[in-house]
């Protein structure tokens, strides 16, 4: 049976036990009274549709019946006393009963918020962390390769100053001490390269292979250099640059193809001065 066919038989039934009380000439206080009681029982049943609880809906069937003895006793108090003793205690143990279910189920809803709350900002750290993942390296938190080009097309760094670099013999010694002095390499020069220039975008594009954006050109590339290259010497390892600025119609593929080709004429012609410094 449909909630509406229990609003529509109760409110049948009270306007039966008004018709009733008429033949009976009763007054209006009791009239009243059966309205009321018509309004709770609607009451009851769309909360019962809602909150489908069995504490609850004994709570306010305790409640009802104190409201039907409190009915009752205007047309039976000669017959029976006693209801006139009973409906004021059960429907106040119907109130209480209801009031602590209330409770109950506020709480119940309260931690439940928390609880989404909690996991709303879970996955916003989530989220926040995946993003992280997807546009930084994973070894030196630098920039990765996705974030240049997408960094690039955003910013359009027109006039500004591409740095590509390359990290001599770092095969050698990836082989020669292994994969873990491998990655303490590239996290050395991240951070020699963070620490020069902490306002600059600088990227690792893949491998021993990184790249620095900035306004500032550098005036002193051998002193640069050589600031770079002092963490990395006791690993035989050296430090090639090639600079291009960046030009307006410059797409991102030309400019590292152009800082490239210049990073790989300083490999060249700074191959032996590597050799003479190492034994020196």
């Not at 143990?93 to 709350?117: D, E, P, W």
């Not at 750290?125 to 997807?134: H, I, M, N």
Request: charge should be negative.
């Amino acid at each position: 049976m449909s909630k509406w066919h229990l609003h529509t038989l109760v409110w049948l039934s009270l306007l039966i036990a008004i018709f009733l009380s008429v033949q009976q000439k009763v007054n209006w206080a009791q009239y009243e009274e059966i309205i009321w009681f018509g309004i709770y029982l609607s009451f009851f049943i769309e909360i019962c549709a809602c909150v489908k609880k069995p504490f609850f809906i004994f709570s306010f069937s305790v409640f009802s019946f104190g409201l039907i003895l409190d009915i009752l006793d205007s047309f039976l108090l000669d017959m029976s006393p006693l209801f006139n003793l009973l409906d004021t205690p059960i429907k106040h143990v119907g109130l209480i009963l209801l009031c602590y279910c209330l409770l109950k189920i506020a709480k119940s809803r309260l931690n439940k918020i928390k609880q989404l709350h909690s996991e709303i900002n879970q996955r916003i750290k989530l989220e926040k962390e995946l993003r992280f993942l997807a546009y930084h390296d994973e070894l030196t938190g630098l920039f990765n390769r996705r974030a240049f080009f997408e960094h690039y097309e955003l910013k359009q760094f027109n006039q500004a100053f591409l740095y590509y670099f390359d990290l001599n013999n770092f095969k050698h010694a990836n082989d020669k001490y292994g994969h873990n002095i491998g990655d303490e390499i590239l996290v050395l020069f991240s951070s020699s390269l963070n620490t020069l220039y902490p306002n600059d975008s600088a990227y690792r594009l893949g491998g021993d292979e990184f790249v620095l954006i900035t306004d500032i050109a550098i005036e002193d590339m051998s002193v640069f250099k050589t600031l770079l290259d002092k963490p990395l010497l006791k690993y035989m390892v050296s430090v090639s640059v090639g600079c291009h600025q960046i030009q307006e119609d410059d797409d991102p593929d030309h400019a590292l193809h152009l800082a490239d080709q210049h990073m790989y004429l300083d490999k060249e012609e700074h191959r032996n001065s590597f050799i003479v410094k190492l034994l020196d």
